[in-house]
């Protein structure tokens, strides 16, 4: 029995050395051309003290930027049950159709940003198959409403569903599946998004249920369970060959819809000193982030704290990381 165990261990420990040699070596064809774009969250400008309308016209106007990924967020646009409040999305929408920015919306429970579920009071306490029955509604409501934009490029149906982050109640496959449909439904000629973890997925069920596949790409973090900041051993080439996987296998396309350009605190970014931010983004780290980005070989990303850039260079005067952003995102 000892000899059987044994050889056993000795075939999964050479597995592991053939998945670990196939998925870093080698490198990838780097991407001639990236369109590059930025994430937005209107919640996200005002917990930095920020004038969100101010924040999000400075990306267009000065940025240059003609990709945004925008957060829609529950409680913000349902604060009473029924009582929809579109305003501020109509704004968001309405200033990337005139300035011709392609934005990929996403909808949902679960759409970014910590606490990353946005379930307004009213909701908080109802079942889950009536939390679920409200969130189809608003997914309908919204997609309804800007089907007919010229600036909505992708719908992302909920952020990470498969990724157990974030102060979320549940966590439901088959739900998204019946999200997936309803948008499907109301706007067949839209891809629909599905979001999942760079590190820690190979976005197989992501690849199954969406269009395309988006991917976190995250370098250097703050490990709350061990208490120490660690940079990922991963090397560029591991996100290509997954995402070939995904091409072969699926005929589907990767997309890096969160590529880490902002601080990962132990603490929330207002109670993080700029000495510990710096641990985790500065100048020279945003620019390796860029370079390391750029060798996945993947054609699309969107740089995850352009928010909180904004914040440095307004509230902080320190522009280097806006300045260094504007290089690369304005044509």
């Known amino acids: 029995m000892k000899k059987i165990f044994k050889k056993i261990l000795i075939i999964l420990a050479v597995l592991v050395l053939i998945f670990i040699g196939y998925f870093s070596t080698g ?10 774009g930025v994430n937005f969250s209107q919640r996200h400008a005002e917990y930095l003290g920020l004038d969100w309308q101010e924040t999000y016209l400075a990306f267009i106007n000065d940025l240059g930027v003609k990709r945004i990924k925008i957060a829609s967020q529950w409680d913000l646009i349902e604060p009473l049950e029924g009582e929809y409040h579109f ?16 934005t990929l919306l996403v909808i949902g429970i679960k759409t970014g940003r910590w606490p990353e579920c946005r379930i307004p009071d009213w909701a ?39 990724f157990p982050f ?19 439904s109301l706007d067949p000629t839209r891809p629909v998004v599905i979001s999942d973890s760079g590190e820690f997925s190979f976005w197989l069920t992501a690849a199954k249920l969406g269009d395309v596949v988006s991917t976190t790409l995250h370098r250097k973090v703050w490990f709350q369970e061990i208490k120490t900041y660690i940079t990922y051993p991963l090397r560029p080439v591991f996100y290509w060959k997954k995402s070939q996987i995904i091409r072969r296998f699926f005929g589907k396309e990767v997309i890096g819809g969160e590529l880490q350009a902002e601080p990962w605190c132990p603490q929330g970014i207002s109670d993080c000193e700029l000495f510990e931010q710096a641990k985790t983004m500065n100048p020279q780290l945003f620019k390796e982030n860029i370079g390391f980005a750029q060798k996945t070989g993947l054609k699309e990303f969107y740089l995850w704290g352009s928010e909180w850039w904004y914040w440095l260079k307004e509230k902080q005067n320190k522009p280097e990381i806006w300045n260094e952003a504007k290089k690369l995102l304005t044509p």
């Open 27 to 36: 490198s990838a064809p780097q991407a001639l051309e990236i369109a590059w």
């Open 87 to 102: 305003r501020d999305l109509d704004w968001q929408i309405q200033k990337a159709q005139d300035a011709g920015v392609a």
């Open 124 to 162: 908080k306490y109802l079942t889950k198959a009536n939390q679920q029955e409200k969130i189809l509604r608003l997914i309908e409501n919204i997609v309804l409403r800007y089907k007919d934009s010229s600036s909505v490029k992708y719908w992302q149906v909920e952020n990470e569903p498969f």
């Open 166 to 184: 974030g102060d979320c109640p549940w966590q439901d496959k088959n739900f998204l599946k019946k999200e997936i449909n309803l948008v499907k």
